[in-house]
């Protein structure tokens, strides 16, 4: 993990793995948990990089009855409700649930029985404006790119196309190039490449044009984000 304290737009924040160009593995042994300054609430950050509003990725964990004040998301903010149920004046989002946000949306969040959350926060493109919310486990998935694998389209905009993969135990993937990048976070089983082994848990990085050929033994179902970190990264 590289990390470094920097001064910026919105005062001096901990910049953590900001170098967009180069590849990052982030295990569950390797997570480093700190406090939000919310009660019951805490997070552990996968990168962070300061611009004209704060580009962040972390899972966010609350504890039952949390809160958050009113806030305005000057970037927009896209989750993922792993465990447990998020919940604001739209409703309530069991996991399994995929919400966005856009640029100028505002709520005033909190979870009655906890939760835990995958989230990106002020990396929104100016035109993807559509407020939505998916749930995931009672979409359908459609055939992938290989046998034994199975997608459910989540988004797609100018700047990013994010999916859901289902993999059956030994599907594979030939040899191929990310072209604009790749961002992985292990939601349930191990993916496998050349390059290591992945359980679920595991966030990964692979910047424009990494090439590998990805497997998984034993299944698995993953969140897969590309086209993002292509050329110059705006965050």
Known sequence: VSAVAKPGACGVIMEINADFSKRVVVRPEDYNWTALPVPGAEWMIFDQADGEEI?????????????????????????????????????????????RNPIGTSHAPH??????????????????????????????????????????????ASNENVILERWEPGARLVLHDHWGGEEVFMLEGTLQDEHGVYPAGTWIRNPHMWRHAPFSPEGCLVYVKTGHLGGEVSH
């Open 111 to 156: 979870s009655d029985q906890g939760c835990t959350l995958f989230i990106k926060l002020h990396q929104f493109a100016a035109d993807d404006t559509e407020q939505f919310s998916v749930d995931a486990r009672n979409a359908g998935f459609i055939e992938g790119p290989a046998e034994g694998l199975t997608v459910l389209p989540l988004h797609s």
């Open 55 to 99: 580009h962040a990725t972390s899972i966010v964990r609350c504890q039952p009855g949390s809160r958050f004040d009113a806030h305005t998301h000057g970037g927009g903010e896209e989750f993922l409700v792993l465990e447990g149920v998020f919940s604001d004046e739209s409703g309530d989002y069991p996991a399994g649930s995929y919400v």
